[in-house]
Structure formats: C-alpha cells, structure tokens
C-alpha cells in the first residue's frame, strides 16, 4: 500500500514524478490541479468558480477543494493507495486531510518534498507553456507557494514525514529515487 503526497515549488516536476509512480504503484494519481484543469475545460461551476484564481496564479478557496478531496479519497480505486498531488497547499489544507484520513481510518506513508531552485523553476515553467504559465503568474505562483504552501515543509518535517529529494536532476534519476521509496532494496 502506497499513500504519498508530494509537495514543492510549481514547475518542480511533481505532475510528472507523481504520474510514473502512480502508474507502476497501480494506484490513483489525484492532482487537484488537474481536476481544476478539467472543470475549467469543462466549464462546469467549479471549473467557472476556479478559473480566476488559477489565471491569476492564486490559490482557489479551500471551500471549493475540500469537498472534493474528501470524495476523491472515498472512491473505490483509491482503496488501494494514492499519491496526491497538489494538495494540501496551505496550512489548513494539512489540517484537514489530518481529520479527514482519520475520519476514513487511511494515513499517509510519507511526504516527497521535491527540491528545485527558484530560477529552475522560472525557465521549467516558461518552458512548457501552459495558460497560467506566462511570467508574471509564474512569479506570482512562486510568491504565493513561498508564503502559503512552504510552511508545510516545517509541518511535515517536524513529524518527521519529510522525504527530501532532489528535483533538479534528470527526470529518470529522480523516478529512480522515488521508485527506491516504495521498494526500499
Ligand atoms: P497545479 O497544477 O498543482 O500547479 O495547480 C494549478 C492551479 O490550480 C494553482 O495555481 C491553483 O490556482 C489551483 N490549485 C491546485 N491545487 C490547489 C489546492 N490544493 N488549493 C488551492 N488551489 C489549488
């Protein structure tokens, strides 16, 4: 049973590490920015509520996340394990997965924090070119990850769920460090 959330900076690489490991684990990989993504396209009332905050490169409010976490979490396939990433973003995000896995007898197995540098992260981000990507969000993102979403790191590490790694490396030496996580040899 894998259960792994993956934080670090956007553009660190985390959708891409997170989607291998899922596919060899066999288990959901849920990122919260991807089903965002998929509302927005959709246009269904998420996706319309969330499309400002994300074009903007700010959090959407939790209230539209919460509820959907706790659903996603509930779904037969991720009995199984997961990895989710994206979430939790913020301090009270983190609270609430502690009181949800809790509440639904699951716990996490450890937290990857994948460690990029600021001006990797800048080209990576300009680099792929996604609608909330030009440089002024990217900026923006980085802001909002420093103030909002880089407490977790100390949240975690002081329970010792931190698994540091780093992510400015060649995408197949840091899958086969996180490979090395759930198949400790
Ligand atoms: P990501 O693909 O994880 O970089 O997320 C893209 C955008 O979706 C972010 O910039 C936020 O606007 C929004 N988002 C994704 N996950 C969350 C979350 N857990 N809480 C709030 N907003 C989120």
């Known amino acids: 049973m894998t259960r792994l959330l993956f934080l670090g900076p956007p553009g660190a690489g985390k959708g891409t590490q997170a989607k291998v490991?899922?596919?060899?684990?066999?288990?959901?990989?849920?990122?919260?920015?991807?089903?965002?993504?998929?509302?927005?396209?959709?246009?269904?009332?998420?996706?319309?509520?969330?499309?400002?905050?994300?074009?903007?490169?700010?959090?959407?409010?939790?209230?539209?996340i919460l509820d959907l976490i706790r659903d996603r979490l509930q779904q037969v396939d991720a009995q199984k394990g997961w990895i989710l990433d994206g979430f939790p973003r913020n301090p009270s995000q983190a609270s609430f997965l502690d009181q949800l896995l809790q509440e639904i007898g699951q716990r996490y197995d450890g937290v990857v924090n994948l460690e990029v540098p600021d001006e990797v992260v800048v080209s990576r981000m300009l680099a792929r070119g996604r609608s909330d990507d030009n440089e002024e969000t990217i900026r923006h993102r980085l802001e909002v990850y420093r103030q909002q979403t880089a407490p977790l790191i100390d949240f975690y590490s002081d329970r010792n769920s931190l698994i540091g790694i780093?992510?400015?490396?060649?995408?197949?030496?840091?899958?086969?460090?996180?490979?090395?996580?759930?198949?400790?040899?």
């Open 21 to 64: 490991l899922a596919d060899r684990c066999e288990i959901p990989h849920i990122s919260t920015g991807d089903i965002l993504r998929e509302a927005k396209a959709k246009g269904t009332p998420l996706g319309q509520e969330a499309q400002g905050y994300m074009e903007r490169g700010e959090l959407v409010p939790d209230r539209l």
């Open 166 to 185: 780093d992510g400015d490396r060649p995408v197949e030496e840091i899958t086969e460090s996180l490979q090395q996580l759930i198949q400790p040899s």
